[in-house]
């Protein structure tokens, strides 16, 4: 079968004009996740609207990382859900590695200067770059504390004017949606902790992938990290006969109980000790000593008494007893 260039297959759209064919190609492996690889032909594209990278859907092989190889499958428009946008991926048949020392691929750097104001020169350039290899150098600066699944955002070191002095973002009211480099680590294990303010030591870079309604880098290795110390903020209102004081707090997932392994979807995820780990203590503290004992507490997220088990339980007594 004749060679199709990633760039035929992605097209200038979001939809690939080549959709539902099978396809033949070639490019330099940049980048693996749980669900297939990423490849990029080194010869780059001459439309900056146009990708030269792509995902490729093999859940069962993994692609040796700067391998330049040549996959055969199906073009796909892939989405989650019906108003997400599509991805174009190939559904890998075939795949056979031409040479495992494939030409450098060199990434494009996101800076102060890579991002459109405007939200649709914004999606055309990052549509541009679907797939490909992307970085964001060191000293940039995390804008968002981290979470248990290695998600990260960061600003670029060179959009310090536009970060307060705790490091997070001061939103623009033209535009306070405006779109920030995340990352996200494969391997959970190795993403660290970190707090808003904390730097990055290190370049990271990886493919350019689309997932949960954004754009984030897939990195596949351990990042380096500064981590900013920060304290637990203390309101300063001082409650009175005249005024009702309400706070509005998050319980993540809230319950006394430790799930058995037998009653849940995903052990990984739906197991925890949240009175061992102390959730039930740091939530406390946070009404009594940082809200200062507000008059009303809306909780969110408060779990029944068997948490993530999969039964006919919804009385969550035990939860706001504990």
């Known amino acids: 079968m004749k060679l199709t260039p990633i760039q035929a297959i992605q097209g200038p759209d979001l939809e690939s004009p080549l959709a539902g064919q099978t396809v033949r190609t070639r490019g330099v492996a940049i ?90 020169e914004l999606a055309r350039y990052l549509n541009g770059l679907e797939g490909m290899l992307v970085g964001v150098q060191a000293g940039a600066v995390f804008i968002a504390p981290s979470n248990p699944f290695g998600d990260y955002v960061v600003a670029p070191a060179d959009l310090y004017d536009a970060l307060n002095s705790s490091g997070g973002v001061l939103l623009d009211p033209d535009n306070p949606e405006r779109w920030f480099p995340g990352f996200r ?33 897939a990195v596949t290795g351990p990042i380096r990290t500064t981590c900013k110390s920060v304290q637990p903020a203390s309101t300063n209102w001082k409650q009175d006969d005249k005024h009702t004081t309400i706070l509005t707090l998050n319980g993540f997932n809230l319950d006394t109980c430790i799930e058995h392994p037998s009653r849940v979807l995903n052990e990984r995820l739906d197991i925890d000790d949240d009175v061992g780990d102390g959730r039930f203590d740091m939530l406390a503290k946070a009404i009594v000593d940082q809200a200062g004992c507000p008059d009303i507490v809306a909780l969110q997220e408060i779990r029944d008494n068997d948490g993530a088990e999969l039964t006919k339980v919804v009385d969550a007594s035990k939860t706001y007893l504990q």
């Open 185 to 217: 680590i494969v391997d959970y294990d190795k993403a660290p902790n970190v707090n808003v303010g904390s730097t990055l030591d290190e370049a990271v870079t990886g493919p350019l992938n689309y997932r949960s309604a954004s754009y984030q880098i």
């Open 31 to 120: 980048g693996n996740t749980r669900k297939g690889y990423f490849i990029q032909d080194p010869s780059g594209s001459d439309d900056p609207d146009v990708s030269a990278g792509i995902f490729v859907y093999s859940r069962h092989r993994d692609a040796s990382i700067g391998a330049l190889i040549e996959v055969e499958g199906k073009v796909l428009d892939f989405s989650k859900n019906e108003d997400d946008r599509p991805t174009t991926q190939i559904k890998a048949e075939e795949m056979s590695v031409i040479d495992m020392h494939g030409p450098t691929i060199t990434p494009a750097w996101f800076t102060a200067d890579s991002f459109p104001a405007d939200a649709r």
